[in-house]
């Protein structure tokens, strides 16, 4: 077997499993919605926070951004043999919404 064919066989084998595992993430999540419970919220009346919904919002917005990155760099020839940067933009909203999680998380702790 050369290395072109195990490299291609390893490739496969990720994608099974990395399907597999995506398969048995959202099976988890669809028969149990009690995991989801705690995400937006840890208050007894169960009122949403606005820290953790902001930090949510901004998260996946950046993680659609960065999977268009990646798809636009499998469209190119040759195919990259590395991940795609990510913008200083996302980087900064990233860290500033985790700011903003943590002040708001400090901020109910302390009153």
Known sequence: MSLTQ????????????????????????????????????????????PERLQSLIIMLAAAVAYLTLGAKALGQSPIPHRLPDISKTWLTALTGSQILYLGGKIGRTLS
């Open 6 to 49: 195990l490299a291609s066989l390893a490739q496969a084998g990720f994608e099974v499993w990395l399907a597999a595992f995506a398969i048995l993430v959202i099976w988890s999540l669809a028969t149990n919605p009690e995991r989801l419970s705690g995400l937006l919220t840890t208050r007894p009346d169960g009122a949403i926070e």
